[in-house]
């Protein structure tokens, strides 16, 4: 078999030389045609005449068909199969061609001046050094042209029985000698460039066979992500939904009376609940950052509230695993978005607490020149170095093999780092394994930051206002219906965009609120525009949207309405509802 493959290899090679001298044969016809010309006039007289004529005719002839035949071989490709059969029918063809060059000798020297013999002589050396380069792609082709022109050559001026001539034949064949060794060495490199152009070629074939395996696994990398985020878009609109209503009916029973024992059920239950929408809320900020509708309000700001906030809401968490938690004062303000901040700090924090059952977290802001150094320190498991960029990527979570849901997705530091980049910050990670980590968010420092006002807002009135709600989800509907109402709204729900259309044209609302994906693949962009233009004003509107898919985040975020995301915490949504209504006054 190996064999074989030399073989086929050593006959691919032979067709590249074969078609690099067939090549070269048509350059030779117009120089050979007015060479002829010029040595037929120059040395044409009474006793050579015509056999002079007719050696040009025989030449011309000669070199149209050897051009003809090679543009035939040309044309097409060169079978393997006869590469070796046309070897031997050039050498034929070149051995006549040889012949004809030696025959100018026979037919002139006896009757040229010594002028015309140098001529001729010089002619016949001359046709040596250019078939170098035209026939010592194929060694054989060019000695069979060489040698029987040079031999006749020597052979016809032995004849003329003068001693020059003698010396001038045995110069020929040292000549021939030397031109043989050249044309040996010509040839070699020829063989060895037409190996190399096949070795490239092959590495070429092999490059392209890998780019394409490479980028039918990037295809289908890429529709294996592009199934998952559809999966984790479709799977998260879904839970979202009764995970929403239960929210708004825990709010309703929250708010009516009970035992001891319900309230601590009712509280168990808040618990559940909140921490399911952690979860979902967890996916919908990496969802967020994939489709690209981050959009950073950079503002100056002062961090130390925002620590405050965040160590009065976490301290618990670090209280439960009997580790310190505690953020050092300062007053540094930096130029950033504050709600993007605290996520981000939210999730270093959480990640840091939940990884650490012994020492403590340490939360610090260093200036360094024109910027501030958010540290988050902990004495926790450490990350091998070889870990420290798989941290950052998407459901990649270190000692959870079983993945226990209390130790989240492992989207944390993915939505940390996204949101980073997405204000154009510096996050990085020092970390050894059993010592603890660190986590460092670089900002801008900022001057004549207004001192910042991070309060809770509490429900001290009741809304009373008119509202229409749209939801094709009875249950969501019905959790809604409750809420609002308990808050002093008047307010009627629709499960369509017809249905709605109905209700408005009985009683106008003051604020319209609709979740964002209806029946129909109909969306409550389109109910809202529906619902103004029928009223023919643009009434305060809000959209609720349980979506994660990218796509659907771009097209909600491109209405241009307030957009809430299920689900959707009560308190939120009531000072939504507020906002709203400032706006009808």
């Not at 010592?136 to 004849?159: E, G």
Request: overall charge neutral.
């Amino acid at each position: 078999m190996r064999g074989n493959l030399l073989r086929l290899d050593e006959d691919r090679v032979l067709v590249g030389q074969l078609r690099l001298l067939l090549g070269n044969v048509a350059s030779a016809l117009i120089p050979t045609l007015f060479l002829s010309i010029v040595l037929v006039l120059t040395l044409s007289n009474d006793s050579n005449a015509l056999a002079l004529k007719v050696w040009g005719v025989a030449l011309m002839s000669y070199k149209l068909f050897a051009m003809l035949h090679a543009r035939h071989y040309l044309a097409s490709d060169i079978p393997v199969a006869q590469a070796h059969r046309l070897v031997w029918t050039l050498i034929v063809l070149n051995t006549i061609d040889g012949a004809l060059w030696g025959a100018l000798a026979w037919v002139t020297l006896d009757t040229s001046t010594v002028v015309g013999s140098i001529l001729v002589i010089s002619t016949i050396a001359g046709m040596v050094g250019s078939s170098m380069s035209r026939l010592t792609p194929v060694l054989p082709v060019f000695m069979a042209f060489v040698t029987t022109m040079l031999v006749l050559l020597a052979t016809k001026v032995w004849t003329l029985g003068d001693p020059a001539y003698n010396s001038l034949g045995i110069v020929g064949i040292i000549f021939l000698t030397s031109v043989t060794l050249m044309a040996r060495n010509s040839a070699k490199e020829i063989r060895a460039s037409i190996n190399l152009r096949f070795e490239n070629v092959a590495l070429l074939e092999k490059l392209q066979v890998k780019t394409e395996i490479a980028e039918a696994a990037q295809r289908e990398a890429e529709h294996a992500n592009t199934a998952k985020s559809k999966f984790l878009a479709a799977a998260s609109h879904d839970l979202r939904q009764p995970i929403h209503a239960q929210g708004l009916f825990l709010e309703v029973l929250s708010r009516t009376e009970q035992t001891p024992y319900q309230q601590e059920l009712l509280a168990s239950a808040r618990a559940a609940s909140e921490a399911s929408s952690e979860l979902l809320n967890a996916l919908l900020d990496f969802s967020r950052i994939e489709a690209g509708v981050i959009d950073p309000q950079l503002q100056p700001f002062r961090v130390q509230p925002l620590l405050n906030k965040i160590e009065n809401e976490l301290a618990l968490q670090a209280d439960a695993k009997n580790i310190v938690y505690r953020s050092r004062e300062t007053h540094t303000a930096v130029l950033t978005d504050p709600v993007l901040l605290e996520l981000i700090l939210r999730n270093l924090i959480s990640n840091a607490i939940r990884y650490t059952d012994q020492g403590g977290v340490l939360v610090a802001c260093r200036q360094h020149g024109e910027h501030a150094a958010l540290e988050i320190w902990d004495t926790g498991i450490g990350i091998a170095p070889e870990e420290q960029k798989e941290v950052f990527r998407e459901f990649h979570q270190l000692g959870n093999p079983e993945r226990d849901r209390r130790k989240g997705l492992g989207l944390g530091l993915a939505i940390a780092d996204g949101l980073a980049r997405a204000m154009g910050y510096e996050l990085t990670l020092n970390s050894k394994p059993g010592r603890g980590s660190v986590f460092r968010l670089t900002l801008p420092l900022a001057r004549n930051a207004p001192e910042s006002n991070i309060m809770l807002h509490s429900k001290t009135r009741l809304l009373n206002a008119r509202l229409l709600f749209i939801d094709d989800d009875e249950i969501v509907r019905e959790g809604m219906l409750h809420l609002l109402r308990d808050w002093g709204c008047e307010c009627e729900a629709a499960e369509s965009i017809e249905e709605a259309l109905a209700l408005v044209q009985l009683n106008v609302p003051d604020v319209i609120v609709s979740d964002y994906r209806l029946r129909e693949q109909r969306t409550g962009v389109e109910a809202i525009a529906a619902l103004r233009k029928l009223i023919g004003r643009d009434i305060p509107a809000l959209l609720i949207t349980g979506d994660t898919a990218p796509t659907r985040l771009r097209e909600a975020q491109a209405s241009g309405i307030p957009l809430l995301h299920k689900p959707v915490s009560p308190g939120m949504l009531y000072r939504k509802l507020v906002e709203l209504q400032q706006e009808v006054v």
